[in-house]
């Protein structure tokens, strides 16, 4: 029987480390992305957003300038319930691709949208670079 030499198997662990850090860390930055949709935190936006950030949401596309200021004239009172189920994660190096679905209450309403996030990590913290966003079907919302 052969043995995995040490130092691979040291590789080995340290790349499933990696990852589930990475899982982790992009969890995390969803979670930061849908309190500051609750209270309105635009300061907290800012810092998630990459530099070269485009959004598309419902066909209209927003560079990162025109995504803040939307952000920033919003009614973050009316929103009061926001969570977003991210069902797959996938990382390759500095770059990353979330997707999942946000399910949010408005007063009465509630609704959601399927999300596709591309992160791209900038000094050690994941940075959103693309952001597609689209609702689904009330059927399907569940």
Not at 58 to 64: F, H, L, T
């Amino acid at each position: 029987m052969k043995r995995i030499p040490l130092l691979f198997a040291g590789l080995l662990c340290a790349g499933v480390n990696v990852h589930a850090n990475d899982d982790t860390a992009i969890r995390a930055f969803v979670a930061t992305y849908d309190r500051a949709y609750q209270t309105g935190d635009t300061q907290a936006v800012e810092t998630l957003l990459a530099a070269d950030y485009r959004g598309v949401v419902e066909g209209a596309v927003k560079d990162r300038a025109a995504a803040l200021a939307e952000f920033a004239a919003m009614d973050h009172a009316a929103i009061t319930a926001m969570s977003t189920r991210l069902e797959r994660i996938h990382v390759a190096g500095d770059l990353a691709v979330a997707v999942g679905r946000i399910h949010w209450t408005k007063g009465d309403e509630t609704g959601g949208e399927y999300l596709t996030l591309v992160l791209r990590r900038e000094a050690g913290q994941w940075k959103a670079v693309d952001e597609h966003v689209s609702d689904f079907a009330e059927d399907t919302a569940r």
